[in-house]
């Protein structure tokens, strides 16, 4: 059995125990420094507040305190430079920098994991990362919900705005404002940044300090570490504080959220731009060809938008089934929360960001979209709606409407024709017929016509504004702001 190369006296954290080194299958199985080396920057600022609290407690001198922070800054600088070297040895990141920095610091460097535990330290470390990775995923999704709604300002709310045939089992049902359409996914969208700043507030609880599992017998404070490191809240319970990864599966879940939201955007993508719906076109920069069909330009971008929704249920129902059973408190179990968890910010951010970039770029053809609308049965409701509105119970229109529509259609008579005909409805009934009415009809608040689009606009637009407003630190040390 091959040990793992290098000085075991400095090898592993825990290596007093043991006589002989880890076997190589070992390491390579149970190493996390390949990706959660991601968490190295969150893990030292973690850690500088920990040593300000072990020097408050007088553990550390005020030299060792210098001497120890100034091995941390040394370290993220190694870091970010690309040359901090990894050994062998170094089982996940906070070994790695522990190593670095007792290299670094010497004897106080010894001292940095006094009264901590990787258990709490890691889902600190952890934490901190998430509160600003969601930052900037609100940010990511607040873009593209902007794109949606300049591309729905520009399509107009008036009488004369863009109209394409709304869908109900992907048949055509009544007429819709592109604006109306393009604002639906954006309301979405913006259901899925509540849900993260909702998570966000049981993602900002520090669990710093409670050590393995039970805490520890030195005179730590860990409300004063968690208000170093801007948490909003601070652990009840150590055992809770150090195995609870529900603050990884929630954010995951909305993570998960967004990305059928993406795929149900993406899949009017690749509709709209079929030949057969030719609804949009897709901007070159956006679009893909075939390496042997030259004529071909594809959505991939929307594809994947979709394709990748399966692999963000598959992040998600592998952490859940990770938590599932796990008894109090941390088990190795838990280092499979990082993985998925990477892999969704990765794919929601740039799903988000393909997406607006398609969104920004697209070409919708709006006669195409009119041509399609203007059917004579797209105004049936209307015919049935003029019938109530001169007493008909709804029931009894909606028969007469419906035989009407089926005598046009068994004898290929025109509807319109039949309309006029027809002494219940008449001339009144024919007006109906005009281009644009059906959707100009769509009068109810929230409903697709020109009027209710109007305020649905102003109310997106000022809802925009205060979701920036509470967002502005997306890309900075706090996503959400207290
Ligand atoms: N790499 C570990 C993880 O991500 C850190 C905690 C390890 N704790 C332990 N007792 N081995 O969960």
Redesign the pocket.
Known sequence: MAEVAGDRDRGQL?HGRFDRGPAEELVAF????SY?QRLLVDDVRCSKAHVRGLHRAGVLSTDELGAVLGALDAVEMEFRAGELAFLPSD?????AIERRVTDLAGPAGAKLHTGR???D???TA?RHHLRRELGVIAARVLDLVETLAARAAEAGSDDDAAYLPGYTHLQQAQPVLLAHHLMAHGWALLRDLDRLGDALVRVDVSPLGAG?LAGTSLPIDPVATAEDLGFGAVFENSLDATSDRDFVAEPLFVLTMIGIHLSRLGEEVVLWTTEEFGFARLDDAYATGSSMLPQKKNPDVAELARGKAGRLIGDLTGLLATLKSLPLA?N?D?????EPMFDALDTVRMGLGAMTGVFRTVTFDTERMRSAADTPTSVATDLAEHLVREGTPFREAHAVVGALVRRSLDEDLDLAALVGEDPRLGAAGVALFEPGAAVRNRTSRGGAGPAPVRLQQERLAARLVSERARWSGGDGERGLQR
Do not use: C, G, I, P
């Open positions: 825990w149970t190493e996390s420094l959660d089982e996940d990141v906070h070994t535990s990787r258990n330290q890691v889902a952890f393995a941390y190795r838990l280092q499979e929360d990082k």
